[in-house]
Every structure is written in C-alpha cells, then in structure tokens.
C-alpha cells in the first residue's frame, strides 16, 4: 500500500486566514495543498484561478495539486503555473481523449505528475484508455464543484475495483486520489479501500478547529 497523502482543499480554506493556515500545513509537513479550478461551464461554479496559483507558489515551498474542472483544459494549462513536484489532475469528461491525453503530456512536459480525473457516473474501467500517461488517478467521490457534500454512494467499493484494475495492468505505483466529502469517519474507510492521497475540506481538517491538531487528527486515523 503507497504511503499516505493528505491535500488540502484550499477553496475551504478563510481567504481571511490563509498565512496562518498554509503555516499550520507547513508545520505539520503536509504533502499537497489541493486547488480546485472551476470554469462555470464544466462545473456550474468558478473557484481558484491563475493568478492564486501564481501566488501560492510564491509563498509556500508546498506543492501544488491543481484541480481543473474546466472544459477542453489543453487550451488552458500554459495560464498556470506548475512544475516538478506538482500534481495537475484533468478530467475525462472535459474533451475528446485524443486532448485529454495532450493534456496529460503537456504536464509531463513541464516536469509535473499528471493525474487522470474521473466523475462519480464514469466507469472506472475508462482510467484504461490513459493508464500510460498517468500517475495516479483523482476519483471524485462527489460530483465536482461544491464543497460540503455527501459522498455518491458506491464510492468506496469504486476505489477497491479502481486499485485492482491499476494493480493487475502492472501500475502498483499509481496513486488513487479521492476528492469530496472525506472526513474522519470516512477517510479510514477510503483508505481501506486503497485510496492513498486524501483531498480534506469543510468535512474534516478545513472545518471548524484548529488546523494542524486536524491534520494531526486525521494523519493518525490514515496511518
Ligand atoms: C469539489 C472539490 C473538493 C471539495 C472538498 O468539487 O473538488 O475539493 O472542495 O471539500 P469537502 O471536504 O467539503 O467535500
Ligand atoms: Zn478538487
């Protein structure tokens, strides 16, 4: 089982606290901060965009895990900032594979991991059609756009089946992400399932307390 990863979801996070928070990350070692990036038409919202990207990797020795929820994102990916050491998930569901796979080959290209996304209602058996081109894949375990929902039932018998499709094609190093609703209750049960990064928000460690005692909280519970 790959080590245990844990990425913040920043829209969660008081715009208002930020410093404090990130500090709170960096003290407690945390792997990732998590950045959803909504375009109003993929997903029915707008979020975090270029210019917090920008900033964030100015600030913090973090890396970045960017979250695009926007359509035909290979048009899109040259506004960002990333580079090695950072995750840049994009989803299927977002273009026709032949672009989804230049996508997935423009963020190698400039040293970073690319993640393969894919909605609650995709089949997981559709990772197949990508499994070279990627290093793990994000597995919404809520219909992206919205923080503060409850997890799609099925989620977690989809994570079990997602690790057994990656391990019998020969990708025992190929992450599963899970994005949405992990909380303390859930995120043990996740992992059982053989998810190994965990996207926390407004359910767990971004919720009411005091942040690295959350993350603290919830490395203890993923072991
Ligand atoms: C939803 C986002 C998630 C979400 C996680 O589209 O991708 O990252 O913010 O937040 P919670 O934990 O509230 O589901
Ligand atoms: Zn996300």
């Given amino acids: 089982m790959l080590p245990a990863a844990i990425s913040p979801s920043m829209m969660c996070a008081d715009i208002f606290k930020t410093r404090e928070i990130i500090d709170a990350f960096e003290k407690t070692e945390t792997e990732y901060l ?45 506004k960002f900032t990333f580079g090695s050491g950072d995750m840049v998930s994009v989803h299927h569901e977002s273009d026709s594979k032949e672009n989804v796979l230049k996508a997935l080959e423009f963020i190698r290209s400039k040293g970073a991991s690319p993640f393969i996304a894919i909605n609650p209602d995709t089949p997981v058996e559709t990772v197949n059609d990508y499994i070279a081109a990627v290093d793990g894949v994000l597995l919404m375990t809520v219909y992206p756009g919205f923080a503060g929902q409850q997890m799609v039932p099925g989620s977690l018998e989809r994570i079990t089946a997602l690790r ?28 059982k399932a053989g998810a190994d990064i965990f996207v926390v928000g407004t359910s767990s460690v971004l919720g009411e307390g005091d942040k690295a005692e959350n993350m603290l909280k919830m490395r203890r519970l993923l072991g």
Wanted: with cysteine.
């Fill in 34 to 78: 998590h950045i959803d990036v909504m375009d109003g038409s993929f997903v029915p919202n707008f979020c975090l965009g270029t210019d917090y990207c920008r900033r964030l990797k100015a600030g913090t020795s973090i890396p970045l895990d960017i979250h695009l929820m926007v359509r035909e994102p290979v048009k899109t990916l040259d």
């Fill in 164 to 191: 057994s499709l990656l391990d019998e094609s020969g990708r025992q190093s190929a992450h599963i992400e899970v994005d949405g609703n992990v909380n303390y209750e859930k995120a043990p049960l996740m992992r």
